[in-house]
T-cell receptor, first 114, second 113 residues
């Protein structure tokens, strides 16, 4: 079955450490890609999106993601995390033949220790 | 944040009672969605709408119905609530017209006792 995988379910980092969260998908063809963040007790918020063009996408709060088509990956990165980045992060994929539907990965819980 | 509100924000109800959750948007977006979020299951799509009176089922639609009589409102009804429907319910909207991102409402925490 076509899917979106986030292999790291829980990540614990110290402040100022670098972050990379993995996202892999199994859809062939053109895709649109997203990362969302959900702070404790809140709703999902869009961090960044990739539709086409430069595969390195910059989002809000200092996050960026790189689309590597050959690896079917869209990993999220941040050079230096802060305690306020503690949240759950979701990758989502919109295959080009799926209308306005998103398939979400299972999420990665990030805890940043002060 | 996109103009999306959900009501109620919290509800406790008894098994077997009907429950309606409301999602209201002020963005005039074409698409609207209902998801449920449960520990260990991530986000699962219940129903979605691609226009007024146009709706379709998602992956976990059993026990739920929806209606969209106006662009701005999307209602989710649990005809006879069960304990397995205890969850956090999120509404989302998407512009369409070549834009695929979804924007989420604040959520409704529903407890069925």
């Amino acid at each position: 079955a076509q899917s979106v995988s986030q292999h790291n379910h829980h990540v614990i980092l110290s402040e100022a450490a670098s972050l990379e969260l993995g996202c892999n998908y199994s859809y062939g063809g053109t895709v649109n890609l997203f990362w969302y963040v959900q702070y404790p007790g809140q709703h999902l918020q869009l961090l960044l999106k990739y539709f086409s063009g430069d595969p390195l996408v910059k989002g809000i709060k200092g996050f960026e993601a790189e689309f590597i088509k050959s690896k079917f990956s869209f990993n999220l990165r941040k050079p230096s995390v802060q305690w306020s980045d503690t949240a759950e992060y979701f990758c989502a994929v919109n295959p080009n033949n799926a209308g306005n539907m998103l398939t979400f990965g299972g999420g990665t819980r990030l805890m940043v220790k002060p | 944040d996109a103009g999306i509100t959900q009501s109620p924000r919290h509800k406790v109800t008894e098994t077997g009672t009907p429950v309606t959750l409301r999602c209201h948007q002020t963005e005039n977006h074409r698409y609207m969605y209902w998801y449920r979020q449960d520990p260990g299951h991530g986000l699962r799509l219940i129903h979605y709408s691609y226009g007024v009176k146009d709706t379709d089922k998602g992956e976990v639609s059993d026990g739920y119905s929806v209606s969209r009589s106006k662009t701005e409102d999307f209602l989710l009804t649990l005809e006879s609530a069960t304990s397995s429907q205890t969850s956090v319910y999120f509404c989302a909207i998407s512009p369409g017209q070549g834009r695929y991102e979804q924007y989420f409402g604040p959520g409704t925490r529903l407890t069925v006792t």
